[in-house]
């Protein structure tokens, strides 16, 4: 089982989601943009705060 999360490259700031767990076991993960490994975990925003802004309407 795959598990998602939002990453964030500290090198270029690129952000994107990539698996983080696979099987239970830590993935490792490279920016997808300048291949870099210095990424960190962005926190979710689940719930209201992710219906803000006018990218919230369809
Ligand atoms: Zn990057």
């Known amino acids: 089982m795959e598990v998602r999360r939002k990453f964030r490259c500290m090198r270029c700031g690129h952000e994107f989601t ?3 767990t ?4 830590p993935v490792e993960r490279t920016c997808p ?5 210095s ?3 962005l926190k979710e925003q689940a719930g209201k705060a992710a219906k803000k802004g006018p990218e919230a309407v369809r």
């Open 18 to 20: 990539a698996i983080h």
């Open 22 to 25: 696979k099987d239970g076991e």
């Open 33 to 37: 943009k300048c291949r870099s490994n």
């Open 39 to 41: 990424i960190r975990m």
